[in-house]
């Protein structure tokens, strides 16, 4: 069973902003869609590009290296939803952000 682990505040996630975070040596990426967090593997899956480092407008990433599009809450690449990241549930209480690893 995944177990929640602290990853950072929600004060330093601002909505519509992104954040790389690392949880037992995985990198994840943290996005903040209008007040409701959510987590996804950090690796684009054309070419390994930084999905945090990506621009985030609404509930989609662009990847920065090669414009590769995903879903933030399924993970899934807007053209193609069977190419898909792993995501991971998130719990914030008061101002702390948890993931479940």
Same mark, same amino acid.
């Given at each position: 069973?995944?177990?929640?682990?602290?990853?950072? #505040?929600?004060? +330093?996630?601002?909505?519509?902003s992104? #954040? /790389?975070?690392? =949880?037992?040596?995985?990198a994840l990426?943290?996005?903040? =869609?209008?007040? =409701?967090?959510?987590?996804m +593997?950090?690796?684009? $899956? @054309? $070419?390994?590009?930084?999905?945090g480092?990506?621009?985030?407008?609404? +509930?989609v990433?662009?990847?920065?290296w @090669?414009?590769?599009?995903?879903? =933030? $809450?399924?993970?899934?690449? /807007?053209t193609?939803?069977?190419?898909?990241?792993?995501?991971? +549930?998130?719990? /914030?209480?008061?101002?702390?952000?948890?993931?479940?690893?």
């Amino acid at each position: 069973m995944a177990e929640f682990k602290p990853v950072g #505040k929600l004060s +330093d996630l601002a909505p519509g902003s992104s #954040k /790389v975070v690392d =949880v037992n040596g995985k990198a994840l990426a943290l996005f903040n =869609v209008a007040g =409701v967090v959510y987590a996804m +593997d950090n690796t684009c $899956r @054309h $070419r390994g590009g930084p999905l945090g480092g990506g621009m985030l407008e609404g +509930d989609v990433v662009t990847c920065p290296w @090669h414009m590769w599009e995903y879903n =933030v $809450r399924t993970g899934e690449l /807007v053209t193609n939803p069977t190419v898909k990241l792993a995501t991971y +549930d998130v719990q /914030v209480e008061g101002d702390e952000i948890k993931v479940a690893i």
